[in-house]
């Protein structure tokens, strides 16, 4: 079975800061990654997703994580955040063996402060 | 194209009432699941359909059923409703059985309300 931690319930972060959302997983099979972004009130879309290859990618709005086997890590990242990157994160994985079943974490909100 | 669509996008029930909830996939996707998201709280995953039948239940009980229709769309029922169902209910399709299947898409959700 998998699960995932996310390490922050909340980050805090000055406007044009560099912001780290960290997130650990844990599965005895080879997994797809994911980060999913919640705006308020809306539902989840997909920022990006780790599936195989470069073990860092990036989404088209700036962030970028990367895949550490070693430390089952898939910390989310972004140099220069914005008042409009305000929302709830999601760390998500599932099993690469074709099941469609996502394991989410708790979320991060992430706060932008002026 | 439109996306994962849910209905109703509101619903307020009472207690010991049964609640469906509706939800029709991306054209041409076959797999559909469920989800629970409690305030503050990551999406729980209830159920996964796919070419209409059941291919995973999570830890949830006996009142919560689903099912799929010919034309790929879903609906998940609860019965007999606690406070504690009260959350938003998330729908996801995706191309499961294609040669990649690589994204789950998410609709907007149904917020469900148990007073």
């Known amino acids: 079975a998998q699960s995932v931690t996310q390490l922050d319930s909340q980050v805090p972060v000055f406007e044009e800061a560099p912001v780290e959302l960290r997130c650990n997983y844990s599965?005895?099979?080879?997994?797809?990654l994911f980060w999913y972004v919640q705006y308020p009130n809306q539902g989840l879309q997909l920022l990006l997703k780790?599936?195989?290859?470069?073990?860092l990618v990036e989404s088209i709005n700036g962030f970028e994580a990367e895949f550490n086997k070693s430390q089952t890590s898939f910390h989310l990242r972004k140099p220069s955040v914005h008042i409009s990157d305000t929302a709830e994160y999601f760390c998500a994985v599932s099993d690469a063996l074709g099941d469609d079943k996502i394991i989410f974490g708790k979320g991060t909100r992430l706060h932008i402060l002026p | 194209d439109a996306g994962v669509t849910q209905s109703p996008t509101h619903l307020i029930k009472t207690r010991g009432q049964q609640v469906t909830l509706r939800c029709s996939p991306i054209?041409?996707?076959?797999?559909v699941s469920w989800y629970q998201q409690v305030l503050g709280q990551g999406p729980q995953f209830i159920f996964q359909?796919?070419?209409?039948?059941?291919?995973g239940r999570g830890n949830f009980p006996d009142r919560f059923s689903a099912r799929q229709f010919p034309n790929y769309s879903s609906e998940l029922n609860v019965n007999a409703l606690l406070l504690g169902d009260s959350a938003l209910y998330l729908c996801?399709?995706?191309?499961?059985?294609?040669?990649?299947?690589?994204?789950?898409?998410f609709g907007q959700g149904t917020r469900l309300t148990v007073v």
């Open positions: 599965s005895s099979v080879s997994v797809y």
């Open positions: 780790y599936l195989s290859g470069s073990t």
């Open positions: 359909y796919y070419e209409k039948e059941e291919r």
């Open positions: 996801a399709s995706s191309n499961l059985g294609m040669v990649i299947n690589t994204e789950a898409f």
């Open positions: 054209s041409g996707h076959k797999s």
